[in-house]
Nanobody
């Protein structure tokens, strides 16, 4: 079992940066690939970025490549999402999730956080 708690969301202007954190409980954090997903009002949840268990491999959605960076600290049981050059279309609830494999498929993620709101004004 893994419990995930996101933090760091907020209201910012376009062009600004935010850093989201996702703290995991339990001693098996390093056993999981970690992903970030987002859901905007009226839209389906979409993949943003994922990172492998050992911090070696990452997947990024095309919409965030070059602007967002995922990282993890297995000693702190935490995964981060650094978001730069934010755009109004990045506005959504952001969720972190844990999976046994590195994948963009939300169905493969077994554990989810409660989400943190990110709002980018124009």
């Amino acid at each position: 079992q893994v419990q995930l708690v996101e933090s760091g969301g907020g209201l910012v202007q376009a062009g600004a940066s935010l850093r989201l954190s996702c703290a995991a409980s339990g001693r098996t954090f390093s056993s999981y690939a970690m992903g970030w997903f987002r859901q905007a009002p009226g839209k389906e949840r979409e993949f943003v970025v994922a990172i492998s268990r050992n911090n070696v491999s990452t997947y990024y959605a095309d919409s965030v490549k070059g602007r967002f960076t995922i990282s993890r600290d297995n000693a702190k049981n935490t995964v981060y999402l650094q978001m730069n050059s934010l755009k109004p279309e990045d506005t959504a609830v952001y969720y972190c999730a844990a999976a046994f494999i590195l994948t963009t498929n939300p169905g493969a993620y077994s554990y989810w956080g409660q989400g943190t709101q990110v709002t980018v004004s124009s």
